[in-house]
């Protein structure tokens, strides 16, 4: 292939990639993958400089802005780094850094690689003004009312010397805790799953509904601050009074000497970056006098006093023994790939997500073969790919079930979805048993007193098959009850030692005395008493989370209002789309399902909205209609229809003549403001909101 073809060839294709990556938060391909073909065009405009294409990715910083958000300029550019898996190109940067300082002294400074989004924080006079993403580098996305919702973020500094005008940035991320909670959240309610933690983060950052935004718990390291006066000499004292001002700044960092500290820094931290609350995917490395920075200056894309060392992913090879399959509470089924043990980033591993039977297919993997394995900051880790070179004769192909593995029922795939599922929703144990789980958590009924295997022996002894049972329990039904159970595959399972050798797994014993029945049974009790958004929620209704619980109780009061609504009706409830809609709606057409109902309203739940008794506070909005759109400074969406509700106000669920004020927020839906003018409705902005609440 001739130079100029394969640098266009490449240009397109990186290009293609960034977008996927910066603007629909989406690896088409993985990292290392996509930084040697960077680098292999890199080395060919070297070759060939004239080849160079105008929109070459190697002159400019891979992201851009959206058409969503406000678009603001930076005072400084938000470079991208140079980076390398290598120590030889670290010596070599540690040379021409040498160099260019002319034999001066110098100290590093170490930082881990967070692998996140790039933020920018503005305050003025200490409080946080602006927001925004990298963008190209000159400019970004005005994203102040989602960086607000990140709680580590000062809205204010107290302290009293501060420059009037100073800007940080740091790294937004979600911990690994949060994407796990909400994984499992978005499993339990048949969402498909996240694909990772950085593009979940970024993703996240680019919601217009800074509500939406808040409850991920999304956070940011800081690791760079930037003003125009001169505040510190070096990058360490800058980050001492980060911290110090109340800045969440990772306590990883570290000063090194020289690049021989930086090398040891790197090997101590290959592993032990997988403790930290946030996946990583290398190390910073900065010079850390910030004269000697201004000495080293810039390339077009990145600074040249600095470089990101990028470790390789962890893998491991070992070899696939088996398939099992696992059935969810919404009844997919998900593979589960049994390896022979091998020790990947310190931890041994034996099972590996194979996430569907796509996967499977897309992998091109049989029984027997020689598999790649690796592990990110997720627990469970992957098979990622096939070693054919190992391939044997004795492969066998990976038959997928067509039933199924735990009541019999013929699987089905639905349109556009990865997975199989087992449609025998209320009979097939596993999915039963999820259910209960489901419903006795914390955030639907609250008995989680009959977790942790409880809910397994209740079920054996054939004392419920649905929750509605739950409510016919009494102490003479439980008392007594045990049975001893091997451990469940996860840390009390077998261990396994370097050398080979075994430790059996250990088991547990469920046992019903007279406390816990006592505690079990007021725990059912109380969940009497549960609001109907959580007993909504407990149902299980597939896509039926929390948040659309909540909706759907604002909209209807009732379950009767709710059952007999109509699918359009449905489907124009705020936040509830066609999908849900449909889904809640065959819920409740099923005889089953709705005697199920009769039963759990017999044991007296909650199925009436009480609405929140909101303290009165003024008469000011008396008689007067209101709907609101966007986002606000002063307010939440649940502040603010309080505030309508404890001044008189009535709060409608849509633009109609009825209505008499749309209150415009930042990031208003363009057709609700279309719609208001179309019918002459008086638009408020948040400030006149609250002149006519009087509380200016
Ligand atoms: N897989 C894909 O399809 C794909 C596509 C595009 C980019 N990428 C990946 O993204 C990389 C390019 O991204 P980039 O241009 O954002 O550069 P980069 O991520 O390599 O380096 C710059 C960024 O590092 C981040 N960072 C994290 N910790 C930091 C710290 N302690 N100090 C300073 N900065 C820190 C900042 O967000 C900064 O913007 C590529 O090398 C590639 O691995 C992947
Ligand atoms: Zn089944």
């Not at 039933?403 to 556009?416: D, F, I, N, Q, S």
Request: hydrophobic share 35%.
């Amino acid at each position: 292939m001739l130079p100029q073809d394969r640098i266009q060839e490449l240009t397109s294709q990186l290009n293609y990639y960034n977008d996927q990556y910066y603007q629909h938060s989406q690896s088409v391909i993985d990292d290392f993958t996509f930084d040697k073909l960077l680098a292999e065009l890199q080395s060919l405009e070297q070759q060939y400089p004239e080849l160079t294409l105008p929109d070459s990715p190697t002159l400019r910083v891979g992201g851009t802005i959206s058409k969503e958000f406000h678009t603001v300029y930076h005072r400084f550019p938000m470079l991208s780094l140079g980076n390398t898996y290598s120590e030889a190109d670290l010596t070599e940067f540690d040379a021409r850094v040498r160099k260019g300082l002319n034999g001066e002294a110098f100290e590093y400074i170490c930082e881990q690689k967070f692998d996140g989004v790039a933020l920018s924080m503005t305050y003025e006079n200490g409080v946080l003004v602006q927001g925004a993403t990298r963008g190209d580098g000159v400019r970004g996305d005005d994203i102040t009312n989602n960086i607000r919702t990140i709680r580590s973020v000062p809205l204010r500094i107290n302290a009293g010397q501060l420059p009037a005008l100073f800007e940080v940035r740091g790294e937004g991320f979600l911990p690994l805790a949060e994407f796990e909670r909400i994984n499992k959240e978005r499993e339990d309610i048949g969402e498909p799953l996240l694909a990772n933690p950085r593009n979940a983060a970024s993703g996240t950052f680019k919601q217009q509904d800074s509500g939406a935004v808040a409850k991920r718990r999304l956070d940011c390291y800081l690791y760079s601050f930037l003003s125009e006066e001169s505040v510190f000499d070096t990058h360490e004292e800058s980050l001492l009074q980060l911290a110090d001002w109340g800045f969440n700044v990772s306590p990883t960092w570290e000063k090194c000497a020289d690049i021989e500290a930086v090398m040891s820094y790197i090997a101590q931290w290959e592993t032990k970056r997988f403790t930290l609350p946030l996946n990583t995917d290398g190390i910073v490395i900065k010079v850390n006098r910030y004269d000697q920075q201004r000495e080293l200056g810039y390339t077009a894309k990145s600074p040249r006093w600095a470089i990101a060392y990028k470790y390789k992913t962890v893998a491991a090879t070992t070899t696939l023994n088996s398939v099992s399959y696992q059935v969810g509470r919404t009844g997919a089924v998900t593979p589960v790939a049994h390896l022979t043990p091998v020790l990947l980033a310190g931890t041994v591993v034996k099972r590996a997500s194979l996430h569907n039977a796509n996967e499977i297919a897309r992998l091109g993997i049989m029984l027997g073969d020689t598999v790649f394995v690796e592990k990110g900051g997720e627990i469970i880790p992957k098979v990622t790919g096939v070693d054919l070179s190992k391939r044997s004769e004795a492969v066998l192909p990976i038959e997928y079930p067509t039933h199924c593995p735990a009541c019999g029922t013929e699987l089905v795939r639905r349109e556009k979805e990865a997975h199989f599922y087992c449609t025998n929703e209320k009979h097939c144990p596993p999915q039963r048993q999820a259910r209960f789980e489901h419903f006795i958590q914390r955030r639907a009924m609250n008995i989680e007193s009959l977790g942790e295997g409880k809910i397994e022996l209740l079920i054996d002894r054939g004392l419920v098959e649905t929750p509605a049972d739950l409510y016919e329990l009494t102490s003479e039904k439980l008392l007594g009850l045990q049975k001893t159970y091997p451990a469940a595959p996860g840390p009390a399972s077998p261990v396994l030692h370097e050398d080979g050798s075994e430790e059996p797994g250990k088991t547990r014993t469920v046992k019903f005395g007279q406390k816990t029945v006592d505690n079990i049974l007021s725990a059912i009790d109380r969940s009497k008493s549960q609001s109907f958004a959580n007993v909504l929620f407990a149902l299980g209704i597939r896509y039926v989370g929390n948040t659309t619980a909540d909706r759907l109780v604002d909209y209807f009061g009732s379950i009767g209002a709710l059952m007999a609504a109509p699918l359009e009706t449905l489907a124009g409830v705020p936040d509830v789309g066609p999908r849900i809609a449909e889904s809640v709606y065959l819920w409740f057409q099923d005889d089953e399902n709705r005697r199920y109902i009769e039963r759990l309203r017999a044991a007296g739940l909650t199925f009436v909205s009480e609405r929140k008794e909101v303290a009165q506070e003024s008469e000011s909005l008396a008689g007067k209609t209101f709907l609101y759109t966007g986002t606000f400074a002063n307010f939440s969406r649940e502040a603010l229809e309080e505030r309508i509700a404890a001044n008189g106000g009535r709060l409608l669920s849509g633009v109609s003549k009825k209505l008499n004020y749309l209150i415009v927020g930042e990031n208003a839906g363009p057709s609700k403001v279309q719609k208001a003018q179309q019918l002459n409705v008086t638009q408020l902005t948040e400030d006149e909101f609250m002149a006519m609440l009087g509380s200016e």
